[in-house]
């Protein structure tokens, strides 16, 4: 059961990055629509 819940915060730990990506993206877009 312990194994099963370090399983779980491997995945946990990926969210986090997840998040961070978008917001990148969200200012690449912003710097995109300047340019043009």
């Known amino acids: 059961c312990k194994a099963g819940f ?3 915060d491997a995945p946990r730990a990926v969210f ?3 998040v961070g990506r978008p917001r990148h ?10 340019d043009s």
Request: glycine share 24%.
């Open 6 to 8: 370090a399983g779980d």
């Open 16 to 18: 986090p990055s997840i």
């Open 25 to 34: 993206h969200g200012i690449m877009i912003g710097t995109g629509q300047k």
